[in-house]
Each structure stands twice: as structure tokens, then as C-alpha cells.
């Protein structure tokens, strides 16, 4: 008789706990159609209105992130910065539509760290185009790695690759000639260059066959001393995958350094670098 029963959502919070342990046992009928809500117009939508609907949680958080990593007006300079967002969008959503999430706060922080993590370094476009911001920092790091022009110029192509996916990153012979239009023996030296001064370093990869594990035919690369954060560095370009363009490296210099400048650091390729035009200074190249 002396027994006082437990606030209800004390007693729902206990269960959801308990629950998420079993989760991947437990299969749950979408409420959404995910082909239709990666479209733009409904990553945005998911963004602006959150969890509208039982069951969408995961999926609409994970579209929310890609929204915001991808949108320069509201992409964050950092990571803690990204994951800082998200939070303060999830707020929103326990406090409005909170009989749509069937999840714990703490759960879901964890989801939030994970997908946020994820989203940085991975091109989940949701409908939208990836951006990469190109920064003086990159241009100089870049230049102090190597003098020699060939080698820039794949050392940019290559870390475009790696901001496009994320940590380490596939870099085919033909996909380097498009990007650079390096002639085959310029490409052969430059490949070569980079590898053996530690710049780009060959990952040995390995791939699940019907038989065992294997090694993969395709190489990967990571950068030897990846560039650092520069999340106060002025952003000089705007850039989207289908956007590239060979002359990119050229029109960086004309833009960052002098005609003497350059002149004096590429004396043979002087002339060919400054026939493109300049980049205007922190617009996309649309």
C-alpha cells in the first residue's frame, strides 16, 4: 500500500533504453519513401520542418546534415561547429515533435556525433551539390610541399579527391590526366615524384571475395602530412565537383601571387600560366 508509482516518462525512458539495445533485431516499416526525400527540395524540407512524421528520425537527421554540409550559407567552418548545429536543431525537434521520436536524448547524441562525423568527410549530397572550399592555406601548403609545377598541379587534383570523400581517396592514372591534362610522361614524373617524397603515400587496400579477402587492384592514396585546419582562413573558391576545371591550379597562382612572383618560381611555364584569367576571389566558379 505504500508504494508510489513512477512519473510515466521516467518508467518510458527506462523502456527506450532497453529497446535500443535489441533495435537491429526488430525490423520497422518505413514511413517515407527515402528515392523521393533525397530530392533537394525535400532535404530542405526536412530541415526546415524536422520530424513530422513516426519512424523518420534517423533518416531525416541524416538528410538535415548532408542539407547543412553542403550549403554554403550554412555550412560551419569546423566540425565541433557542425555538431553544434545539429544539436541546437535537435532541441527543436524534442521540444516540437517530440510524439514523433520514440528515442532517448542521449541515443540520439550519439546518432547526432556519428552522422555529423560522417557527414563532414563524406559526400552525402542529398540533392545537393558537394561544395569544397578552397582556401590560401591550401595553395601554400600545396607550394611547400614541392617546387615543381607537375606535382602541384596532381597534388591540388588529389586533394580535391580527398575533400570530396574524405580521408583516403582513389586516384586513377586517367582520372589525373583529365583533371590536369598533363602530358603522359609529365604525369609519369609527377606520380613518381610525389611517391617518393612521402607526399602521397599508397594504401594497401583489401576487398570481401566469394573466396576469402583479397587485395584490391585499385590504388589508394593518403596525403604523408595532410593539411591542417584553417577554419579562419579566407575562403578564395567556391568549388563543386562538376565545376573542376584543369586550369583551376593556374588561375589560383595568377590570382594569390605577382607576375614577378611567378616568373621567378616557374620560369619555363611563365607564360602558359599567366594566359588564364584569375579567380574572382571567394565566389563559386559558376
Known amino acids: 500500500m505504500n508504494i508510489v508509482p513512477d512519473d510515466p516518462t521516467v518508467l518510458y525512458e527506462i523502456e527506450d533504453e532497453g529497446l535500443s539495445q535489441r533495435q537491429h533485431k526488430r525490423k520497422r516499416k518505413r514511413t517515407v519513401i527515402l528515392e523521393k526525400s533525397w530530392s533537394e527540395d525535400q532535404t530542405e524540407a526536412a530541415f526546415k520542418l524536422g520530424v513530422i512524421a513516426p519512424s523518420t528520425r534517423h ?8 542539407y547543412i ?6 555550412c560551419p567552418d569546423s566540425l565541433a561547429e557542425f555538431i553544434d548545429v545539429l544539436i ?19 541515443e540520439h547524441m550519439r546518432d547526432v556525433h556519428r552522422v555529423a562525423k560522417y557527414a563532414w568527410t563524406h559526400p552525402l549530397t542529398s540533392g545537393v551539390p558537394r561544395v569544397i572550399k578552397v582556401t590560401a592555406a591550401i595553395v601554400h601548403w600545396i607550394r611547400g610541399q614541392t617546387t615543381v609545377l607537375a606535382e602541384q598541379q596532381v597534388m591540388f587534383a588529389a586533394w580535391f579527391q580527398m575533400s570530396n570523400v574524405g580521408g583516403c581517396f582513389h586516384l586513377g592514372y586517367e582520372q589525373v590526366r583529365d583533371m590536369t591534362h598533363l602530358a603522359k610522361d609529365s604525369l609519369d614524373r609527377a606520380m613518381k615524384g610525389l611517391r617518393d617524397k612521402g607526399i602521397l603515400v599508397v594504401q594497401e587496400e583489401y576487398f570481401n571475395g566469394r573466396d576469402g579477402i583479397f587485395p584490391s587492384k585499385t590504388r589508394k592514396y593518403c596525403f604523408g602530412n595532410p593539411p591542417g585546419k584553417s577554419s579562419h582562413q579566407a575562403v578564395l573558391l567556391i568549388l563543386t565537383k562538376e565545376q573542376w576545371d584543369p586550369t583551376l591550379w593556374f588561375r589560383l597562382l595568377v590570382s594569390l601571387f605577382t607576375k614577378e612572383q611567378l616568373k621567378n618560381w616557374y620560369p619555363f611555364a611563365y607564360h602558359r600560366i599567366c594566359r588564364v584569367e584569375p579567380i574572382l576571389l571567394g565566389r563559386s566558379t559558376a
Request: net charge positive.
Open 88 to 106: 541546437s536543431w535537435s532541441r527543436k525537434q524534442y521540444e516540437q515533435h517530440r510524439e514523433n521520436i520514440g528515442t532517448t536524448w542521449t
Open 69 to 74: 554540409r553542403n550549403t554554403p550559407s550554412l
Open 59 to 66: 533518416d531525416t537527421l541524416v538528410r538535415v546534415a548532408a
